[in-house]
């Protein structure tokens, strides 16, 4: 009961911070991705040193994600032009070079820690900037857009919680996720898609099928990222990421749904427009 009481608590203080940052402003917002984004590649790269054993500076990774972050991050908001996005070869190959020159870690050790602080964290929590871009996403582009996104990845993740540790039999992936089951997963999915097409009717925001299929995208790869999550700390052989949020663990914990679903939906919202 305790656990539960404080997994709510913090839960909401997480939530009023997302949502009001949103509100505020998309400058607010950047500001709280730049800071999820360095949390998020600290905790990476402690995941991929207890998978590989060893020992890797923190810095280069650092380096490699926030720059790609504020690279992109500015260019979706607007504040430098899509040429300087060339730049973004640096962080890119860095891997590369630092393997060359480094007598202590391999390449692989180096790519593994980098290229998913890149690709996992850093990539995703700039592409959230874009939903305020309506040169980019669309006439819909603001924080009611990003928003509904958040939203629904959250829908889907606490009804699959809920319904699942009620009624879930059948595990979804048990050698990654022993807890997670079809049951869960058809319920987050019921509840999410159901949601989606509430806010649609009555808010005329999305059209029903953009709503509906957003929604989609958020509960398929969104449950992929969670069990992507769960993989490498089952690797590392911890529980969580990290103990930044108690209750809920770290970053990694709270957004893993959100870095794997958001691309997906951009990609969606490139091609819809």
């Known amino acids: 009961m305790k656990n539960l009481i404080t997994r709510t608590f913090y839960g909401l203080i997480f939530a009023l911070i997302v949502v009001g940052s949103i ?23 402690r995941l991929i040193i207890f998978v590989n054993k060893t020992s890797i500076r923190l810095l280069p990774s650092l380096f490699v994600s926030t720059s790609a972050y504020l690279l992109i991050g500015l260019h979706a908001l607007g504040l430098i032009q899509s040429d300087l996005l060339s730049l973004l070869v640096f962080p890119i190959f860095f891997p590369f070079l630092q393997s060359l020159f480094s007598t202590k870690n391999a390449y692989s050790e180096l790519a593994s820690i980098q290229f998913a602080s890149l690709f996992l964290v850093a990539l995703p929590s700039a592409l959230t900037l874009y ?80 709503a509906l299929a957003m929604a989609s995208i958020v509960v398929v790869f969104g449950s992929l990222g969670d069990l992507i999550e769960s ?23 709270r957004f893993d749904a959100t870095f794997f679903a958001i691309p997906f939906v951009f990609v969606y919202l490139i091609i819809a427009q």
């Open 131 to 210: 939903f305020f871009n309506d040169k980019i996403v669309g006439s819909t582009a603001g924080p009611v857009l990003l928003l509904s996104v958040i939203v629904m990845i959250w829908v889907n993740d606490i009804f699959a919680y809920l319904i699942g540790s009620q009624f879930g039999r059948n595990r979804l992936f048990e050698r990654v996720s022993p807890k997670k089951s079809w049951e869960g997963s058809i319920g987050g999915l019921f509840f999410t898609l159901g949601g989606a097409a509430l806010f649609a009717q009555y808010t005329g925001y999305l059209s029903l099928n953009q």
């Open 23 to 45: 509100l505020l402003s998309a400058y607010v917002f950047a500001i709280l991705m730049l800071v999820v984004t360095v949390i998020g590649t600290i905790e990476m790269n």
């Open 231 to 253: 993989m490498l700390k089952r690797q590392a052989g911890v529980k969580d990421s990290g103990t930044l949020i108690p209750g809920h663990g770290g970053i990694l914990d």
